[in-house]
């Protein structure tokens, strides 16, 4: 069982940044695949950003790519997003998701997610 709680979450304007943590529980937290992942209102949750295992190999959405970097430490059970020059359209909630076997791009497949955190960008 994996317990994960975000944080870092909050307003900014377009163009600044945030930084969101996730902490997890449980001591083979370098055994999972940790993802982000963002739903706004009225749309579907969709990927932002993976890092996988202990060997940390990182795929981004096309929307975030060059702007959000994913990274993780492994020695405090904690995965980061950095968000940069963000934007209205970055405007959801993010969650983290976490998965022994899967690291890919689809939600569903995800076992374990956090309670969310918003983040929202004026213009």
């Known amino acids: 069982q994996v317990q994960l709680v975000e944080s870092g979450g909050g307003l900014v304007q377009a163009g600044g940044s945030l930084r969101l943590s996730c902490a997890a529980s449980g001591r083979t937290f370098s055994m999972y695949a940790m993802a982000w992942f963002r739903q706004a209102p009225g749309k579907e949750r969709e990927f932002v950003a993976i890092i996988r295992w202990s060997g940390g190999r990182v795929y981004y959405a096309d929307s975030v790519k060059g702007r959000f970097t994913i990274s993780r430490d492994n020695a405090k059970n904690t995965v980061y997003l950095h968000m940069n020059s963000l934007k209205p359209e970055d405007t959801a909630v993010y969650y983290c998701?976490?998965?022994?076997?899967?690291?890919?791009?689809?939600?569903?497949?995800?076992?374990?997610w956090g309670q969310g955190t918003q983040v929202t960008v004026s213009s």
């Open positions: 998701a976490a998965d022994k076997y899967y690291s890919g791009s689809s939600w569903t497949e995800y076992d374990y």
